[in-house]
């Protein structure tokens, strides 16, 4: 095992483009999927993939690759190939797995090829579109929520807080649900489950009464839906009464969920809302109503981006905005959060839980799966990046899996659950655990400095020379040097040193 060799901000420049002209000019590797590989933190994959001999030694300069590229010597494709080649390839100490098999899966006991799951959501909601993710790889997708009502989208329905690069951090939608028919849905599951019958369909739906919630599921189930889940947890319906409305109030969960478990023997995910300070009672009323798991987490209420000179949040729809769903990594910890809450519940034991909110890469997706998900449901990434994610989010997991010995997918789920604690009463105070400085990588900046002045202990001194200092006298182990250093140079030390009280 080795530490990460290339990060995302070494090829900050790259857009990770369709069809990527990098790859069309080089005719030797694939520098656009390699490329994207290190983006989706599977570098060692990506490495695996490359010839013994580096093809890139004998291009001329610039490389045909960088002269492609849509941002022409923005990207610096030949040096990252070859620190892919020449470090992370020659540390590589376990062979790509030559199958899936260990990536197999199940929801509420229905078998998967894999744990990788669309969401409900724009990304899921026409045969077309699941058609083309089913081909790509995705194992199974939940319908995009059908009711039976009329549904009318606003435009614009998205808003993002993005990065340097310019990548979605945080994204809002005031979208709602399937503006198709309940008839036209039907027809889709019926030509998806004849033409994809090893992928798994889940239906997603909400009614508007106990008499909705018990037909719906039973038409799903007769048209091929392979799993039933419940939307107690949309937070974009402008009536009251449903979505997150419902999935607040433990009793309406229990008392529609009950009502769904009559219309169907189908497994049944109770789809809950993280806009509670606990998830638990929730799930508790769906287990008692019926359903087999929890999918959990739908997005959370918000506002994004209030226009300095219009007053009005994003996104704007003639002059009025709304309160929307955020999505995205920057939701992955609260989700993480409520999983873990509810896989530690003993009173939830026997509950599956079918995890999403933030899930990028299949590190993000392992995180889950080790505080208890037994599959993961994406969505966001999906609409940044498109189905192709799914490429590494397999080959990731599967090279992390062969490494450990880890031969089935279950051996890896609630694993991290014991190391998690509500409160932090129960951690060690007694030692202090040092920063340790990596002078190859400092630049000397002195934002590691900086930073400990004023936001931390005024541990660290920076020397003539702009190297940093540590007083070991005031150190008190925050490591906050250690997460604001651009250059990493700086890591947690592998010593404890015991206070003195």
Not at 264 to 293: F, Q, Y
Not at 304 to 325: N, R
């Amino acid at each position: 095992m080795f530490n990460r060799r290339i990060y995302r901000s070494d090829m900050i420049a790259c857009t990770l483009c369709q069809n990527p002209p990098c790859t069309t000019a080089c005719g030797k590797t694939d520098p656009g999927n390699l490329l994207r590989s290190i983006w989706f933190d599977n570098e060692k994959t990506a490495a695996g993939t490359m010839p013994e001999t580096f093809p890139c030694r004998t291009c001329p300069s610039p490389a045909p690759c960088e002269s492609a590229c849509v941002r022409p010597g923005a990207v610096p494709v030949r040096n990252l190939l070859l620190k892919l080649h020449e470090e992370v390839k020659e540390e590589l100490e376990t062979a790509l797995p030559e199958d899936e098999k260990r990536l197999r899966a199940s929801l509420c006991g229905v078998p998967l090829e894999n744990p990788f799951l669309l969401s409900s959501s724009v990304v899921s909601s026409t045969y077309e579109m699941c058609a083309r993710a089913f081909e790509a790889g995705w194992a199974g997708a939940a319908f995009k929520t059908i009711c039976s009502f009329d549904i009318h989208e606003a435009s614009p329905r998205y808003s993002a807080i993005t990065g340097d690069s310019g990548t979605i951090i945080g994204f809002k939608n005031i979208e709602q649900l399937s503006d198709h028919s309940v008839a036209e849905n039907m027809e889709t599951f019926r030509r998806l489950k004849k033409d994809y019958p090893q992928k798994v369909i889940i239906a997603s739906l909400m009614g508007q009464n106990e008499e909705e919630w018990e037909s719906l599921p039973r038409l799903c189930d007769e048209n091929g839906a392979d799993v039933i889940e419940l939307n107690f947890s949309c937070p974009n319906m402008a009536d009251g009464g449903l979505g997150s409305d419902i999935g607040q109030v433990p009793e309406l969960v229990e008392r529609f969920t009950a009502a769904a478990r009559r219309g169907t023997k189908k497994p049944i995910l109770a789809k809950l809302t993280p806009n509670v300070s606990s998830m638990a009672p929730a799930a508790e009323a769906a287990m008692r109503g019926g359903a087999d798991g929890i999918a959990a987490i739908n997005t959370i209420k918000s506002i994004v981006g209030v226009s300095p000179q219009t007053y009005i949040s994003s996104p704007a729809v003639h002059g009025m905005s709304a309160v929307g769903g955020y999505s995205g990594n920057a939701v992955k910890p609260i989700a993480l959060r409520f999983i873990a809450e509810m896989a530690k519940d003993p009173a939830l034991q026997g509950m599956h839980y079918s995890a999403m909110g933030g899930i990028e890469t299949w590190k993000d997706a392992l995180e889950f799966i080790l505080l208890g998900a037994e599959n993961v449901q994406v969505t966001t990434a999906v609409m940044q990046y498109g189905y192709r994610i799914i490429d590494d989010l397999k080959s990731g997991l599967n090279l992390y899996m062969k490494e450990r010995g880890v031969s089935e997918l279950k051996e890896l789920i609630g694993v991290g659950l014991d190391s998690v604690s509500e409160t932090t009463d129960v951690l060690e105070r007694d030692t202090v655990l040092f920063p340790q400085f990596l002078p190859e990588r400092c630049i000397g900046c002195g934002r590691c400095a900086l930073s400990c002045s004023d936001g931390g202990h005024q541990a660290i001194t920076m020397t003539e020379e702009r190297r940093p200092r540590l007083n070991g006298g005031k150190c008190v182990g925050c490591h906050l040097c250690v997460l604001v250093c651009p250059q990493r140079a700086v890591i947690p030390g592998g010593k404890r040193v015991r206070l003195k009280r």
